[in-house]
Nanobody, 123 residues
Framework: QVQLVESGGGLVQPGGSLRLSCAAS????????IGWFRQAPGKEREGVSC????????YYAHSVKGRFTISRDNAKNTVYLQMNSLQPGNTAVYYC????????????????WGQGTQVTVSS
């Protein structure tokens, strides 16, 4: 059974950091590009970052560039999203997703989705 499970969310103060994990089971992440998306209350889901299946190429939304870092550990079948300098506007449910495409930026390009992990940035 193909499954993606996110973890690492929680409550953090402005300026703080969190590292999200996306663990895969039932398939090997090596051949999939992995994306992180988020959905804030009352807003549509948006793409945050993506890491390619082959050469490790990455994409970041403009709003997170320089603060977030995506990485993958194929040996652990896990992808990470390191989030630094978090601000209240980053509060959202964060989802990871997998696609057989080499790279994906939009939701429609992804085949498998996790259930999401809540990130709340508040003092």
């Amino acid at each position: 059974q193909v499954q993606l499970v996110e973890s690492g969310g929680g409550l953090v103060q402005p300026g703080g950091s969190l590292r999200l994990s996306c663990a895969a089971s039932g398939f090997t992440l090596d051949y999939y590009a992995i994306g992180w998306f988020r959905q804030a209350p009352g807003k549509e889901r948006e793409g945050v970052s993506c890491i390619a299946s082959s050469d490790g190429s990455t994409y970041y939304a403009h709003s997170v560039k320089g603060r977030f870092t995506i990485s993958r550990d194929n040996a652990k079948n896990t992808v990470y999203l390191q989030m630094n300098s978090l601000q209240p506007g980053n509060t959202a449910v964060y989802y990871c997703a997998a696609t057989r495409l080499r790279f994906g930026v939009t939701e429609r390009e992804y085949d498998y989705w996790g259930q999401g992990t809540q990130v709340t940035v508040s003092s």
